[in-house]
């Protein structure tokens, strides 16, 4: 299994590459679409990073706020039913998150 974040765009071409792989891929990325609009993203990414293994699995995060102690984020695909989960950082910045 591999987690990736395919958000940064080398780690992207480098997992695009795996399709003939048998393992299966974690996509994660940081993106700052709409809600409703995640789970769209979300079989989007599924699909772009499939390998031999199977479609990948999507965690999206999207920040909601920040502060200058904490960072929220909501996290899109370890819901099964397609859910968010909140999740509040102590820590702050995009960077941490």
């Given at each position: 299994?591999?987690v ?23 996509a ?25 293994g ?12 920040t502060?200058?102690?904490a ?20 820590l702050?910045g995009?960077?941490?998150?």
């Amino acid at each position: 299994m591999l987690v990736a974040n395919v958000a940064d765009d080398g780690v992207a071409a480098l997992v695009a590459g795996l399709a003939d792989w048998s393992g299966r891929v974690v996509a994660t990325a940081l993106v700052d679409d709409p809600a409703q609009d995640l789970p769209k993203v979300a079989r989007g990414i599924s699909e772009q990073y499939a390998t031999a293994g199977g479609p990948a699995t999507a965690l999206l995060g999207r920040i909601t706020a920040t502060t200058p102690s904490a960072t929220q984020l909501e996290i899109h695909g370890l819901d099964p039913h397609g859910g968010t989960v909140p999740t509040r950082l102590a820590l702050a910045g995009r960077h941490n998150a």
